[in-house]
């Protein structure tokens, strides 16, 4: 069966069937020494779960509403750059342990 054609019966777009297969493609050696290009989703979900666990820590906005609206209000209804949104939030580095963090302070939330 086709890519599109399996794109199609699982409701999916062709291009998320196209990385699947990608990232399943594995090369079989045959005993003659020719090699034929195969896909193993057990090799699909490997590198799946490799890339996933690269991506770093999950987003912590979720427990902080005030900073959710905060940033989608100025970044959406208002059209400010992350960059002015970032810097007009008050984001600070606090050195901690040898480690610099950031975050949004509840004070310092203005609405402008």
């Known amino acids: 069966m086709s890519e599109p054609n399996i794109a199609k019966e699982l409701a999916r777009d062709r291009r998320t069937i196209n990385r699947e297969v990608e990232r399943g493609l594995v090369k079989h050696l045959n005993s003659d020494l020719t090699t034929h290009v ?4 057990d090799r699909a979900q490997d590198v799946h779960d490799l890339n996933a666990s690269a991506k770093g820590p ?7 509403s005030v900073a959710v609206e905060f940033i989608r209000c ?5 059209r400010w750059s992350p960059e002015v949104v970032s810097a007009r939030s008050g984001v ?7 480690h610099g963090r950031r975050g949004l302070r509840q004070d310092h939330l203005h609405p402008y």
């Open 38 to 41: 195969a896909y193993n989703a």
């Open 58 to 64: 999950a987003v912590k906005l979720k427990a902080n």
């Open 74 to 78: 100025h970044i959406v209804i208002r």
């Open 92 to 98: 600070r580095t606090d050195e901690g342990e040898g």
